[in-house]
């Protein structure tokens, strides 16, 4: 199995354990606070992964430039707004609708890559992310009523739009942090995908720490306390945060982010398992016909690409 297939699988299992943690945070420090935490608090990891690598495996420090400081500032960015669109959608009755949407990232990704950076797809690849996407929006609206006009009327939707809007820049945060982290290999004497990664995440979670808690300062401030008072939880949640992001961009590097993302929609399954198992939740043939496809997708994009 390629390294980036196995990577991607680890990033997935980490980032389900970091939504489940700010889950549990969003009840008590609102939606901006449990944001923060995921970038703040994530900091001292990500500077120890790149001093891990640097200082003990003698990896390279690549030099800066102009075209890295572009795309990261963008996907940086683009990150924050993505994340902002979803959590409004918990705001929204039709929230799974607008949720499945946003799980149209792959396929946006694979688009923006294509004009971003040239890269293209075959369409055996382009015909397994579909197939696990559509797994993906098949769970997420399986405890839904589905009928033909429900769902036409739930494409012009404004949770729909919101979704969709999401995914988008999702998809565009992706490939910039591609182009990003593969900026900085010229600069390197034997490019690495590991040290590239390690750079590109510390520079990205500085940023976005300071977007955050210069918002928080100025737009909700009474949050400060209770971000200090979460520290114990908040530090776990930067830890695997960090951890999960260090994987994504590592794989990334290696792959085109449309593929990379689409692998990522195990994630799913993991949630799922956690749904059906730990929290002993009923499930409906869609949601099963809905993993079905996942795995068939992934299966289909690791033997396709």
């Given at each position: ?160 739009l919101i979704g969709l809007s ?11 942090y591609r182009a990003a982290s ?16 390690a750079v590109t995440l510390s ?103």
């Amino acid at each position: 199995m390629e390294t980036w297939v196995l990577i991607t699988i680890s990033a997935a299992f980490l980032q389900n354990i970091r939504s489940t943690l700010q889950k549990h945070l969003k009840d008590k420090l609102g939606t901006s606070g449990a944001t923060f935490v995921r970038f703040g608090f994530g900091i001292p990891f990500a500077l120890a992964f790149l001093a891990l690598f640097t200082y003990f495996g003698s990896y390279q420090l690549p030099s800066l430039n102009a075209e890295f400081a572009f795309w990261v500032v963008i996907a940086a960015i683009a990150q924050i707004i993505a994340q902002a669109l979803l959590v409004h959608m918990f705001s929204f009755r039709n929230f799974a609708v607008g949720s499945a949407y946003s799980r149209t990232e792959p396929m946006q990704a694979a688009l923006f890559g294509l004009i971003f950076l040239s890269e293209k797809v075959s369409f055996a690849v382009l015909g397994a992310i579909a197939i696990s996407v559509f797994g993906v929006m098949l769970i997420s609206v399986a405890r839904t009523e589905i009928t033909p006009r429900s769902l036409v009327i739930s494409i012009f939707s404004k949770t729909s739009l919101i979704g969709l809007s999401s995914g988008t820049i999702f998809g565009v945060a992706a490939v910039a942090y591609r182009a990003a982290s593969l900026s900085l290999a010229p600069s390197l004497d034997e490019p690495n995908f590991i040290i590239q990664a390690a750079v590109t995440l510390s520079v990205a979670i500085i940023l976005q720490s300071v977007i955050m808690i210069t918002w928080i300062y100025f737009k909700d401030r009474e949050q400060l306390p209770k971000i200090r008072a979460a520290w114990k939880i908040s530090l776990i949640v930067g830890f695997v945060g960090a951890s999960a992001s260090f994987g994504w961009f590592m794989a990334m590097t290696l792959q085109q982010a449309a593929v990379v993302k689409a692998l990522a929609q195990i994630e799913m399954i993991f949630a799922f398992i956690s749904s059906a198992f730990i929290f002993k939740e009923k499930i409906n043939r869609y949601e099963i016909a809905g993993c079905a496809l996942i795995v068939c997708g992934i299966l289909a994009l690791i033997f396709g690409s």
